[in-house]
T-cell receptor
Framework: AQSVTQLDSQVPVFEEAPVELRCNYSSSVSVYLFWYVQYPNQGLQLLLKYLSGSTLVESINGFEAEFNKSQTSFHLRKPSVHISDTAEYFCAVSDRPLQGAQKLVFGQGTRLTINP | DAGVTQSPTHLIKTRGQQVTLRCSPK?????VSWYQQALGQGPQFIFQYYEEEERQRGNFPDRFSGHQFPNYSSELNVNALLLGDSALYLCASRRQGLARPGANVLTFGAGSRLTVL
């Protein structure tokens, strides 16, 4: 079975500073990895995903994550954050290939707070 | 193009009651999954429906049941409510069987927030 550990429950940073949200996973099989973002009182939005190919994946709003198989990590980074990035971020792993029944296993979440 | 829609958005029930939550998948999607997100926690998988059948189930008791209709919409039913059932219930949909990897990533709705008193 898969599991996901998000190493920081809360991360406060100042606006325009860099940020890294850490995610480690455990699995005995190949995985697909995801970062989702949840703004207050909203559902989950997909931020970025790693399925195959390049281990560095990017989102349209400046976030990037790197899949490190040897360290079983998928840390999320942004070089300069904005107030609008304040949200809860969830790392997730898929326990099967995306064909067939799919179950996402989520971490506990990291609350990113951007201070002016 | 409407995304995943859920109803109701908020509801309050008392212990022992029963609740039904509803989900309409994104247009073109045929597979629906339900997740429970307790306060301060990550979502946990309840079950997934495809072709009107439960295909996979998480570690939830039989009090949690579901249904998928021919139009792909879905219901989540919870019987004999407990205080611990208070949570945000998220529905997610995707299209099954697309050959291109990543083409069927889940799309989530905004959720139904259930409070059990």
């Amino acid at each position: 079975a898969q599991s996901v550990t998000q190493l920081d429950s809360q991360v406060p940073v100042f606006e325009e500073a860099p940020v890294e949200l850490r995610c480690n996973y455990s699995s005995s099989v190949s995985v697909y990895l995801f970062w989702y973002v949840q703004y207050p009182n909203q559902g989950l939005q997909l931020l970025l995903k790693y399925l195959s190919g390049s281990t560095l994946v990017e989102s349209i709003n400046g976030f990037e994550a790197e899949f490190n198989k040897s360290q079983t990590s998928f840390h999320l980074r942004k070089p300069s954050v904005h107030i609008s990035d304040t949200a809860e971020y969830f790392c997730a792993v898929s326990d099967r290939p995306l064909q067939g029944a799919q179950k996402l296993v989520f971490g506990q979440g990291t609350r990113l707070t951007i201070n002016p | 193009d409407a995304g995943v829609t859920q109803s109701p958005t908020h509801l309050i029930k008392t212990r022992g009651q029963q609740v039904t939550l509803r989900c309409s998948p994104k247009s073109g999607h045929d597979t629906v999954s339900w997740y429970q997100q307790a306060l301060g926690q990550g979502p946990q998988f309840i079950f997934q429906y495809y072709e009107e059948e439960e295909r996979q189930r998480g570690n939830f008791p039989d009090r949690f049941s579901g249904h998928q209709f021919p139009n792909y919409s879905s219901e989540l039913n919870v019987n004999a409510l407990l205080l611990g059932d208070s949570a945000l219930y998220l529905c997610a949909s995707r299209r099954q069987g697309l050959a291109r990897p990543g083409a069927n990533v889940l799309t989530f709705g905004a959720g139904s927030r259930l409070t059990v008193l």
